[in-house]
């Protein structure tokens, strides 16, 4: 992937690699910091009274309050745009913070939400709040063939929301259908794009409107940093920073944002990794004896896996499996007996993750919508880090003997 930058008065263009590095920022440090520093401060001082008032008024650029602006968000957010292709960005403490301030933004009572097969669970929790409080109702679609797409918008469908792909299923959405039917109907299309990066995914390149992002996870990439981000058109983020955020006040801090600096200058080199590892990984587990069914986006077996191919830059980090013969206790038995391997619900750390999306990401989901979902009781969801893949292949082998014997 190549992003282009102008340098010397002429158009140069740079590798992803090298952009997530040197990236593209308006802001400037005086002292010239390799690095960029933590303006770790919840205000700033107008030189005068006048000045104030312009800066209120809009009439003057420059930061007021840290809930606004602060330069070091800003500098994450512009970086964060570029590569993620859309015009501008806003970051958020968390990736639910993002999720919020989108679907509040674009929605009234009594408006529809049309989403994807299946969303993370706390996504769905908002829905439901927003369903019960408001009157704001939501359903669901595989959003793959665009003329049952088209026959899933009614009259009150302001969006269309889309995790591609889904936790903890991994099944692909058709993104360019989706826009083809979205932009018949004038509706914004919104993608969160946290299972697969930048690096790997770009939906603004496929016509959609908006990007969220739990930073939380690839973007920060070592389990410190909880973060949201969301890129789309400057004029709506606009909006969306001077409202939502503004006044619900989901605010990233200084230094969380520099943590999300410093994490993406490594960001192409993690996803490689996380990738290569998780493809080595799927193949054994499809061979395994003890396992039902491997949802990988790069494994050929994978019911979208052309789709995936189109869309995506590698498969990613993340595998959902099934075990064979097996129920709610067995399978937590199994996650028991891992050793190396974590219990624990996040993704996109260094270190191998693994979680029981029945009773813990998707425990607020009811039962009925799990089953529409896909979500079973011996299904688990791997996040794979950064060890040698064959450590992490040794740990799922010994604790899936130990509950098979």
Known sequence: MELEKKGEGILRK???ETEVIHGHTTTNDPYNSLTPPIYQTSTFVFDSAEQGQARFSGEEGGYIYSRLSNPTVQQLEEKVAYLERGEAALAFSSGMGAVSAVLYSLTKGNDHILCSKGVYGCTFGLLEMMKEKYQIDYSFHDLLDEKEIEQQ????????????????TMEI???????NVAKKYRIPVVVDNTFSSFYLQNPISFGCDIVIHSATKYIGGHGDV????????????DEVANTTRKDIGAVLSPFDAWLLLRGLKTLPIR?????????????????????????YPFLPTHPQYELAKKQM?????LITFKLKNSNQKATQQFLNELELIKISVSLGDAETLIQHPATMTHAVVSEEEKRKMGITDNMVRLSVGLEAWEDIWFDLE???KKVNN
């Open 173 to 179: 959405v058709n993104l360019e259908g989706v826009v």
């Open 226 to 237: 909880i973060a949201g981000l969301v890129v789309g058109k400057k004029s709506y983020i």
């Open 153 to 168: 918008i009614k009259s009150n469908t302001v969006c269309i929301y889309v995790e591609t792909p889904i936790n903890p």
């Open 398 to 400: 010994q604790a899936l």
């Open 14 to 16: 740079y590798q992803f």
């Open 271 to 295: 996803m490689d990794r996380h990738c290569d590892n998780a493809m080595n990984i799927a193949e054994k587990l499809i061979q395994c004896p003890y396992v039902e069914d491997v949802y």
């Open 313 to 317: 830059k590698k498969g990613g980090g």
